[in-house]
C-alpha cells in the first residue's frame, strides 16, 4: 500500500537546523511532484516547499526562502527537507505530500523550535 513516512523532527533552539527526510513506497515514486507542508497549532496547513519530478525546479513560501531547502533522491524514493536558521514560527507538525493524478500524505513530524 502506499506510505509515506516523515522522519527527523524533534526540539531544537532557534537558529539551528534540522534535516526532515519522508520515504515513500507503493507507488512509481519518481512521477509525482512532492512538497512538504506544515501546521502550526491553531493555524491551516499551509505548503512550505515543492519539487517536479526531475528536480529541476523548487518552490518556496516567502517565510521559508533562503532558509529551507527540499532536494529529492528517485533512487532511494526520497524527499528531504533541509531546514537552517530556525525560528520559533517554524514550530508545527510537518507533512510529506506526493501530488500527480492522486494524492498521498504522510502522518506528520513535529518541529519544535524553542529555547
Known amino acids: 500500500q502506499v506510505q509515506l513516512v516523515e522522519s527527523g523532527g524533534g526540539l531544537v533552539q532557534p537558529g539551528g537546523s534540522l534535516r526532515l527526510s519522508c520515504a515513500a513506497s507503493g507507488f512509481t515514486f519518481n512521477n509525482y511532484a512532492m512538497s512538504w507542508y506544515r501546521q502550526a497549532p491553531g493555524k491551516e496547513r499551509e505548503l512550505v516547499a515543492s519539487?517536479?519530478?526531475?528536480?529541476?525546479?523548487?518552490n518556496y513560501a516567502d517565510s521559508v526562502k533562503g532558509r529551507f531547502t527540499i532536494s529529492r533522491d528517485n533512487a532511494k524514493n526520497t524527499v528531504y527537507l533541509q531546514m537552517n536558521s530556525l525560528k520559533p514560527d517554524d514550530t508545527a507538525v510537518y507533512y510529506c505530500?506526493?501530488?500527480?493524478?492522486?494524492?498521498?500524505w504522510g502522518k506528520g513530524t513535529l518541529v519544535t523550535v524553542s529555547s
Open positions: 505530500n506526493a501530488r500527480r493524478a492522486m494524492i498521498y
Open positions: 519539487i517536479t519530478v526531475a528536480g529541476g525546479i523548487t
